[in-house]
């Protein structure tokens, strides 16, 4: 092990600790940004190497000066779903770290339009000098980390190819190398198949959205579809804070009325009573000054459930397994003022 090898490994040895630190204070910076910008991420990872990876690499020639020349002692991993999501995040941690230019690579750049392989963002940063002069971030100064941004499905292909490495290695026989460049390709398209499902469903409930408001309901009833039209029909609901707008069982609900014969928004607006909301106001009020049902959240499950009990009673329980039992006596009473018996 020459000087600078022995050196560099009890510098990092001595300092491994404060670089778990780092880790797990970028770990936390990075969920705090995504979650600012809205970004949905499958998951978030952190690592230190240990001090046994590092020996190894540093004793690599091509290294050097393994104390100036490694940067990767802390590590943060980001997964996304879709390949927008990952240039969203790249554009995002540009802004957020100072980032050391020569050591950024896009894999997918670097494999050329002609080929197959492991696509992924990596890049080395420090806190830039708005955090990094704060007191708590002061102990990191001048330390590097390195943050890897990839899809779920660039991501099993990196694991694979890791986990398999030692049978990459050299070269491999012409119909073994086809089949990895078929399954390589087949996982890049299914990415590209995700983004554009992903984009056509945002057009989707646009779409959606665009009918109802202007009262057009002739539209299948789906997940989108439903929760649209709940938020821009009870309103009046949500704004008082009676209801939750959100749809939990949207499949089992949807199966429902489909069973019943009610598959487009305006089959389901037709069985609506007209003084339906006036009606609920003082049943939700009710409950929740009672001690109790006072922690009963009311969400548009529990409209949709109303909606098909009046409208097909008992032919409705029967479909859905509910039991009377189990409903509240101001449930019992609101419903026999429809007509159920």
Not at 54 to 60: L, M, N, S, T, V
Not at 198 to 226: C, R
Not at 248 to 256: E, H, P
Not at 300 to 315: E, N, P, V, W
């Amino acid at each position: 092990m020459s000087e600078k090898v022995h050196k560099a490994c009890e510098i990092y040895r001595k300092n491994r600790g404060l670089y778990e630190a780092l880790t797990e204070k970028t770990k936390l910076i990075v969920q705090d940004i995504l979650e600012l910008e809205g970004i949905n991420y499958s998951n978030i990872t952190g690592r230190t190497k240990k001090i046994s990876s590092y020996e190894r690499k540093a004793r690599d020639p091509k290294y050097a000066d393994p104390e100036k020349d490694i940067f990767d002692m802390s590590g943060v991993r980001i997964i996304l779903f879709t390949l927008k999501d990952t240039q969203k995040t790249w554009e995002v941690i540009q802004k957020s770290f100072k980032l050391i230019p020569e050591h950024t690579i896009d894999k997918s750049s670097e494999l050329g339009v002609d080929r197959m392989g492991y696509r992924s963002i990596h890049c080395v940063g420090l806190f830039d000098d708005s955090r990094g002069g704060l007191p708590e971030y002061l102990p990191f100064k001048d330390m590097c980390f390195e943050i890897q941004v990839r899809t779920i499905l660039q991501h099993a292909w990196a694991e694979f190819e890791h986990d398999r490495n030692y049978k990459f290695r050299g070269v491999l026989p012409d119909e073994i190398k086809r089949r990895l460049s078929i399954l390589s390709g087949m996982l890049e398209l299914t990415d590209n198949e995700f983004e554009k499902i992903s984009e056509d469903i945002d057009m989707y409930a646009k779409e959606v959205s665009s009918k109802t408001e202007k009262g057009d309901l002739d539209i299948q009833i789906t997940s989108i579809s439903l929760v649209d039209y709940l938020n821009t029909k009870f309103t009046k609901l949500i704004e008082l804070g009676l209801v939750t707008p959100e749809l939990l069982t949207s499949d089992d609900k949807i199966y429902q009325l489909n069973t019943l014969g009610i598959k487009t928004l305006e089959q389901f607006d037709n069985i609506v009573p007209e003084d339906y909301i006036e009606r609920i106001i003082p049943v939700l009020e009710s409950m929740l000054a009672s001690p109790e049902t006072s922690s009963f959240n009311y969400f548009f499950d529990g409209i949709t459930y109303d909606i098909m009990l009046i409208a097909f009673k008992r032919k409705f329980l029967e479909i859905s397994g509910y039991k009377i039992e189990d409903l509240s006596s101001y449930e019992i009473k609101f419903y026999k003022s429809y007509g159920f018996e």
